[in-house]
């Protein structure tokens, strides 16, 4: 079956520009998860769904960060003004209980 | 929070060899331990988990053993092939507290031919 899908694969935006990054979860799955993964930091916990609400935000590095999840299903992380170190690879995650997450391919983010 | 450490960074074996892989965990709150392969390009796929209820679990070739005591747990891979090369991640978390995951620093594995 159809796993979990990020759009776009790459993107590259020039400082100061937002971004908005999309998750498409396994249909039928009740939490998303997004993580970043870069050179410095290693993978690192964002945000958490359940449903379409946000119990724990604790991972956003800053208020540029935000993101919602709309029908219980697609979720989009957004970044504004973005800075150079937001440079990474976004991952969204998915689990249809409390227990196994399957990822998606992630989002490079390159900030010129 | 969770801080997890992983051993080695880097592993190299010969195809036909065993690896293991380290971790250490910190918060004896955690109850949830899976691991991960990641590919060059690809998302982390998941290929083994254990909750901390089990103290060893197996699937083919592969099998993670837990130490609550210790707060550690391993990863082994018997009877290695090329295919096998890639990073592998552990990760910990506490299912009830929203099950978000905290990483270790990944090991990348390389298995000679």
């Known amino acids: 079956g159809a796993g979990v899908s990020q759009s776009p694969s790459n993107k590259v935006t020039e400082k100061g520009k937002d971004v908005e990054l999309r998750c498409d979860p396994i249909?039928?799955?009740?939490?998303l998860y997004w993580y970043r993964q870069s050179l410095g930091q290693g993978l690192e916990f964002l945000i958490y769904?359940?449903?379409?609400?946000?119990?724990?935000k604790s991972g956003l590095p800053s208020d540029r960060f935000s993101a919602e999840r709309t029908g219980g299903s697609v979720s989009t992380l957004t970044i504004q003004r973005t800075q150079q170190e937001d440079s990474a690879v976004y991952l969204c995650?998915?689990?249809?209980?409390?227990?196994?997450?399957?990822f998606g391919p992630g989002t490079r983010l390159t900030v010129l | 929070g969770e801080n997890v450490e992983q051993h080695p960074s880097t592993l190299s074996v010969q195809e036909g060899d065993s690896a293991v892989i380290k971790c250490t965990y910190s918060?004896?709150?955690?109850?949830?331990f899976p691991w991960y392969k990641q590919e060059l390009g690809k998302g982390p796929q998941l290929i083994i988990d254990?909750?901390?209820?089990?103290g060893e679990k197996k699937d083919q070739r592969i099998a993670v053993t837990l130490n609550k005591t210790a707060k550690h747990f391993s990863l082994h891979i018997t009877e290695t092939q090329p295919e096998d090369s890639a990073v592998y991640f552990c990760?910990?978390?506490?299912?009830?507290?929203?099950?978000?995951?905290?990483f270790g620093g990944g090991t990348r594995v390389l298995v000679k031919p």
């Open positions: 918060d004896s709150a955690s109850n949830y």
């Open positions: 254990i909750r901390s209820n089990v």
């Open positions: 990760a910990a978390s506490i299912i009830a507290a929203g099950n978000k995951l905290t």
């Open positions: 769904f359940q449903g379409n609400s946000a119990p724990d």
């Open positions: 249909s039928g799955h009740t939490a």
């Open positions: 995650a998915s689990s249809p209980g409390t227990r196994e997450q399957f």
